[in-house]
């Protein structure tokens, strides 16, 4: 069985927030996030959400799957 084919990964979740847009903060989650974790592979957002604070939305929310290599 050849070796090269085989990989595992695991997908762990994590919050990017910001007070500009859902794609900035899920820009924010991946960069924040790759300083610890190596080889990220895919992000898929699960979740949109905003904090309202006296009727005005003050911060958007991404929540992220994210993908990534284990490696040996």
């Not at 080889?39 to 309202?52: G, H, M, S, W």
């Amino acid at each position: 069985m050849a070796k090269g084919g085989n990989a595992v990964y695991r997908v762990t979740d994590v919050i990017g927030t910001s007070s500009v847009s859902w794609e900035d903060a899920a820009r924010s989650a991946v960069k924040t996030a790759s300083k610890s974790l190596r080889d990220l592979r895919i992000a898929e957002v699960t979740k949109l959400d905003v904090k309202v604070e006296n009727g005005k939305v003050t911060q958007f929310r991404t929540r992220l799957s994210l993908s990534f290599k284990y490696s040996a």
